[in-house]
């Protein structure tokens, strides 16, 4: 009976590492060189995603904006906060590109076309990005310690039942929105 009850114990305490403790082992926590908030620039700025986050002309996504683009409005600082003043001095005004960490950098495989979801198929950016355009500050990027990849594209939690849109890029994920707007892309169409 006793080694039934170590067993079981050492059982549920491996479990409970693996749920719990492995995730904190497996990805290390990086704070983005700048707080950003979004909200400020949609409701204030009367800004959409696009204002910043462009469709390029051969129409794939122009991915972060350039520094350049925020210098437009921000050859001096507009508000009093410190990241506005870190923004202006730190990488406006030399002209240094803002070293931002990428939540939703797929691997090298995978081809996404920005253009033929936002453009053709006329989503919004919540549907797959969530409600980052609400947020007030960067969140942390959590870093793979083995792949390099953001936590962002499996998700927050190791069970994925139950997310929300914006909350994982898996290949689940875009499958069951294919299968859900009855949309065949073939693993071609989203694989190199």
């Not at 499996?154 to 997310?163: A, F, T």
Request: charged fraction near 20%; hydrophobic fraction near 35%; proline fraction near 5%.
């Amino acid at each position: 009976m006793r080694v039934l009850i170590a067993f079981l114990l050492g059982l549920a305490g491996s479990l409970a590492f693996g749920w719990w403790g492995f995730p904190h082992l497996l990805y290390q926590r990086e704070p983005q060189p700048l707080q950003y908030n979004h909200k400020i620039h949609i409701e204030k700025g009367s800004m959409e995603c696009s204002s910043c986050h462009e469709v390029a002309a051969d129409g794939q996504f122009a991915g972060i904006p350039r520094t350049a683009s925020c210098g437009a409005c921000h050859a001096e600082p507009l508000g009093k906060t410190e990241a506005e003043k870190i923004l202006v001095t730190s990488y406006v005004a030399p002209e240094r590109e803002v070293d931002w960490k990428v939540y939703s950098r797929q691997p090298m495989n995978v081809r996404f076309s920005h253009a033929v979801h936002v453009n053709k198929a006329e989503m919004k950016c919540e549907e797959c990005h969530g409600g980052r355009g609400s947020a007030t500050a960067a969140e942390p990027f959590y870093r793979n310690r083995v792949t390099g990849e953001s936590r962002n594209v499996w998700g927050p939690r190791m069970i994925r039942v139950g997310l929300k849109p914006g909350e994982g890029m898996k290949m689940s994920d875009c499958e069951s929105c294919h299968a859900q707007k009855g949309v065949s892309a073939g693993c071609l169409g989203c694989h190199r």
